[in-house]
C-alpha cells in the first residue's frame, strides 16, 4: 500500500500490538517504521511505544 492514511494505520497496527502484549512484534514493527521514516510524521510516538514496551520488559510480573 502507497495511500496517505499507510502511516495511520502503521502506527494503529503497531498500537494494537502493544495492546495485545506481543512485545516482540511491537519491536521489530517499530523498528522497521523507524527505518523506513526516521523522522515521519509518526516518529516520536512510535519511539514512544517502542521506549514504554522496552521498560515494561524489564519489570517483574505483579510489579506493573
Known amino acids: 500500500p502507497h495511500g ?3 502511516p495511520e494505520a502503521a502506527l494503529i497496527r503497531l ?3 502493544k495492546l495485545q502484549g506481543n512485545r516482540p512484534a511491537v519491536d521489530a514493527l517499530g523498528q522497521e517504521l523507524l527505518r ?3 523522522a515521519g510524521r509518526y516518529a516520536e510516538r512510535v519511539r514512544g511505544i ?3 514496551e522496552q521498560e515494561g520488559s524489564d519489570q517483574s510480573p505483579g510489579l506493573e
Open 36 to 38: 523506513q521514516q526516521p
Open 4 to 6: 496517505q492514511l499507510v
Open 15 to 17: 498500537q494494537a500490538l
Open 50 to 52: 517502542i521506549r514504554k
